[in-house]
């Protein structure tokens, strides 16, 4: 009985390990990041990021049909690490303030919207549309107005913009799972914190 129990829990831990492996995401280094800079302003964190995003060529043919595509920025405080490890308890291990971007094409007029939130702008290709992705100056990310000067010198963070599937139609998200064309992320890049 017990030799039984041990055969099947080795099958199972090799089968989820073997699960696990094929449902990693593959970095891509279609983003990449070119800027991340943070200063405290008016007892505000604020972040500005500027990325270069490369399509592949199924994501583009998907936004040419009208499959609008979600970029997330995230943003994650790494120290000091006692605020840090509490906000990722609080946000149950979410990063600590995210931004989408959303990118659409319309065909009727053959231009290209980013979306943040309810702001849009249009662009009239699509290398101009993707220089939008990702860039943005005095993100507002953490108050830290009642924080003493030595916690505020101490701050460190880090940056990623990528691809959010979970945005996509369904059909598309089981295209995603597991293809490198439709998995794009920006590896972390920490921030650079300039202070006064």
């Known amino acids: 009985m017990t030799a039984s129990i041990t055969h099947w829990l080795k099958k199972l831990s090799l089968g989820l390990l073997l699960a696990c492996s094929l449902a990693a995401p593959v970095l891509a ?19 500005a990021t500027h990325f270069v995003t490369d399509l592949p060529p199924d994501l583009g ?11 997330k920025l995230e943003f994650d405080l790494t120290r000091p690490r006692a605020y840090a490890y509490y906000t990722t308890l609080r946000d149950w291990f979410e990063p600590m303030a995210t931004l989408d971007f959303r990118l659409s094409y319309y065909r009727f007029t053959n231009r290209y ?10 662009y009239a290709t699509l290398d101009e549309a993707l220089r939008a ?4 100056s005095s993100w507002t990310v953490l108050d830290v107005s009642d924080w003493d000067n030595s916690e505020t010198r101490r701050l460190a963070g880090r940056v990623r ?3 959010d ?11 995603a ?3 490198r064309d439709w998995t794009l992320a ?11």
Not at 29 to 47: N, T, V
Not at 64 to 71: A, C, D, E, S
Not at 113 to 122: D, E, F, K, P, Q
Not at 133 to 136: E, L, R, S
């Open 29 to 47: 280094d279609d983003i990449r990041a070119q800027k991340a800079e943070a200063e405290i302003s008016d007892g505000k964190l604020q972040l």
């Open 177 to 179: 799972f597991g293809s």
């Open 61 to 71: 043919e998907a936004l040419q049909q009208g499959v609008p595509l979600t970029f």
């Open 186 to 196: 920006s590896d972390w890049i920490d921030v650079k914190f300039n202070r006064k």
């Open 113 to 122: 919207r980013v979306s943040i939130g309810s702001l849009s702008t249009h």
């Open 161 to 163: 913009l990528s691809l």
């Open 165 to 175: 599937i979970g945005a996509l139609p369904r059909p598309f998200q089981l295209n």
């Open 133 to 136: 992705v990702g860039n943005i």
